[in-house]
């Protein structure tokens, strides 16, 4: 008698299927990258494909297309992801990195927002309620003592808004596309050189 092949015995545990809330999640992420790219445009077959489930599914999940876009551009504009990047700073870093690092995640927050709404066409805010800014700037302000700037952390923090504001939008950040080092020089240094003493006279 020949000995039974090992693979034979193996007992192959079933995949745990997802809940409901985890499959529309799951679903909902693989909407938003072809949202930036088809814009309102995207089939659900495309859409299926991504999530590697079937169209019923779609519709089982959330009834009808634009429902789930809808529920995906919520996702999108969600800020609580772009206030856990805050809290990333580490305030035990050099006063210009924790700068540094403030713009670039607040340029990437509105690179992206500013792309997502010109490609599904929306004017205007960004739907939803618009966050308090008292929440994302006291974030920031745990991530700066008071005597490493010049003025207080609320206005850095509107400085950088403006700035990353400004660059998301093509059409402003042309024919010179800033780096992030060089909005951090306009920001900790200005345009003036270091050595410059005089002042206007009365």
Not at 17 to 26: I, K, L, N, V
Not at 106 to 111: H, K, L, T
Not at 161 to 169: D, L, Y
Request: glycine fraction near 6%; charged fraction near 30%.
């Amino acid at each position: 008698m020949t000995g039974v092949s090992p693979d034979f015995l193996l007992v192959r545990k079933r995949a745990r299927p997802m809940s409901p809330d985890d499959r529309r999640a799951a679903i909902i992420d693989a909407t938003i990258p072809l949202l930036k790219v088809h814009g309102r445009e995207v089939s659900t077959r495309q859409i299926a494909d991504a999530a590697g489930v079937a169209e019923g599914t779609l519709f089982r999940a959330f009834g009808d297309k634009d429902t789930l876009i809808s529920a995906a551009i919520e996702r999108f504009f969600d800020p609580q992801p772009f206030r856990d990047a805050l809290r990333g700073i580490d305030p035990d870093d050099p006063t210009e990195d924790k700068i540094h690092h403030f713009i670039e995640i607040v340029r990437i927050r509105f690179e992206g927002v500013v792309g997502f709404m010109s490609v599904l066409g929306h004017r205007g805010p960004p739907p939803g309620r618009r966050p308090d800014d008292r929440e994302w700037i006291d974030i920031v302000g745990r991530a700066f003592r008071p005597d490493e700037l010049a003025v207080p952390v609320e206005l850095l923090a509107y400085y950088v808004r403006i700035i990353a504001f400004s660059t998301a939008i093509p059409s402003f950040n042309e024919p010179h596309r800033f780096t992030t080092d060089e909005l951090v020089g306009l920001v900790t240094r200005g345009v003036l050189p270091r050595n410059r003493t005089d002042r206007k006279k009365d």
